[in-house]
């Protein structure tokens, strides 16, 4: 089942903070977040896992709460580079099929 | 290092022809996947490969589909009977998996440029 992203579109000037929320109505193992811009393939930010372990790039954070079925991601000091669409993507168990959200569109204004 | 390939990078194909669409993955990647986007839309699930099995085919959005992996590396997708319904993006992905401590399961997943498939 396709997780929930929230917003569905945010508008940031240079430097603000955003953070997107993504949750599910399963139980998760994983989640994951990829930013795609336009006309391109989606690049890998963050995988969570289950029982608290990371990855992930320097500059980029994100939470993972299990009992809620929840992750948000953190987009703190915003660049102009960060624009696109930012996809959360969730596995439920070890081996399941792996399900991408709607994504949310974030634009950085300067 | 090479990235994960995917060709043809565009195919316009006439409505009813067969269609065959591969992805060369990162080497030593033993997890592979297929997304299939429509224009302005998200990226939709179609079927992964751990090795050279499919765990879950339910992804595949009708029999018309498949995919197939030979020798834990090359992956074709083939659609067969085109529909207009079909054009869209389609998208590899693949990643190395976590095979040893208490947490399996893939890592990040790298995607390839994609093909652009164009039904007529």
């Known amino acids: 089942q396709q997780p929930v992203q929230s917003p569905q579109a945010v508008i940031l000037r240079e430097g603000e903070d955003a953070v997107i929320n993504c949750s599910s109505s399963k139980a998760l193992y994983s989640v994951h977040w990829y930013r795609q811009k336009h006309g391109e393939a989606p690049v890998f930010l963050m995988i969570?896992?289950?029982?608290?372990e990371q990855k992930g790039h320097e500059k980029i954070s994100a939470s993972f709460n299990e009992k809620k079925q929840q992750s948000s991601l953190y987009l703190t000091a915003s660049q102009l580079s960060y624009s696109g669409t930012y996809f959360c993507g969730t596995e439920p168990n070890y081996g399941q099929n792996f399900v991408f959200g709607p994504g949310t569109r974030l634009s950085v204004l300067p | 290092g090479a990235g994960v390939s995917q060709s043809p990078s565009n195919k316009v194909t006439e409505k009813g022809k067969d269609v065959e669409l591969r992805c060369d993955p990162i080497?030593?990647?033993?997890?592979l996947y297929w997304y299939r986007q429509s224009l302005g839309q998200g990226l939709e699930f179609l079927i992964y490969f751990q090795g050279n099995s499919a765990p879950d085919k339910s992804g595949l959005p009708s029999d018309r589909f498949s995919a197939e992996r030979t020798g834990g590396s090359v992956s074709t997708l083939t659609i067969q009977r085109t529909q207009q319904e079909d054009s869209a993006v389609y998208l590899c992905?693949?990643?190395?998996?976590?095979?040893?401590?208490?947490?399996?399961?893939?890592?990040?997943?790298?995607f390839g440029p994609g093909t652009r498939l164009t039904v007529t």
């Open positions: 080497s030593g990647h033993t997890a």
């Open positions: 969570l896992l289950k029982g608290g």
């Open positions: 992905a693949s990643s190395s998996w976590r095979s040893s401590g208490t947490l399996l399961g893939p890592y990040e997943q790298y």
